[in-house]
């Protein structure tokens, strides 16, 4: 986020930017978080509702250090939803549709918004404040939904790609026995990398303008 800055614009520009990042955030991790409780409620564990975590206000979702590297990074996490897969009605087919939740309506907010982009583009001026910030927010929604998918998709615990293996592998699986006693140092340099090598970038990039603005290009 602080790259997108344009140090040599006026303040007020910057700071129209720095809160459609704001929105554009929440529009991305609250969803994710309440898709997680609402899959699980609706497996057979109460636990997200009791804790109130159904809810759309962003207090209760909120991480300050997750936020700060949302800023710093352009990755980042929110308070994880309690759940108990105990309580499911079927331990394997509950944890996978808690686990892809998140991720699935990242997906569809990043679709949607990516249309939205695109009109945005495609019929208004980019020259006007106002229709250079709708297009903003909705390049952010897109780009942080998205971005927010591929990572909780990586297969590292507690990440939701973890979770969606624990569905179909042993409890004893070796791999996965590994892959939890060590992921504190395999998200710290997966992090570092996606950080000093500019990969997320990369990544936003190809999404936004090789694959999304292509696609709507085709259908419109």
């Not at 990516?114 to 495609?122: A, E, Q």
């Not at 929604?141 to 615990?157: D, E, H, Q």
């Not at 992090?191 to 292509?214: E, K, N, S």
């Amino acid at each position: 986020m602080l790259t997108m800055l344009r140090w040599d614009a006026p303040f007020h520009e910057n700071l129209l930017l720095l809160l459609a990042f704001a929105l554009a955030l929440l529009c991305a991790i609250i969803p994710h978080e309440v898709a997680h409780g609402w899959a699980a409620y609706k497996m057979g564990d109460p636990s997200a509702k009791i804790a109130g975590r159904l809810s759309f206000n962003p207090k209760r979702h909120i991480d300050p250090l997750g936020l700060l590297c949302f800023v710093v990074m352009g990755i980042g996490w929110a308070k994880p939803v309690p759940v108990n897969p105990f309580n499911y009605k079927n331990f394997r087919r509950g944890n996978f549709w808690v686990s892809i939740a998140g991720v699935t309506v990242n997906l569809i907010i990043g679709l949607i918004a990516s249309l939205l982009m695109y009109i945005v583009w495609r019929f208004g001026n980019l020259d006007a404040l106002g229709i250079y910030w709708l297009f903003m927010l909705f390049f952010f929604v897109t780009v942080i939904n998205i971005t927010l998918m591929l990572f909780n998709l990586l297969p590292i615990f507690p990440l939701d790609g973890y979770n969606v293996l624990v569905s179909f592998t042993k409890p004893n699986n070796r791999f996965m026995m590994w892959n939890r006693h060590y992921s504190m140092f395999i998200l710290l340099a997966v992090l570092m990398t996606l950080m000093f090598t500019g990969a997320l970038a990369i990544v936003r990039d190809f999404i936004v303008y090789d694959v999304f603005i292509r696609f709507w290009g085709l259908m419109f």
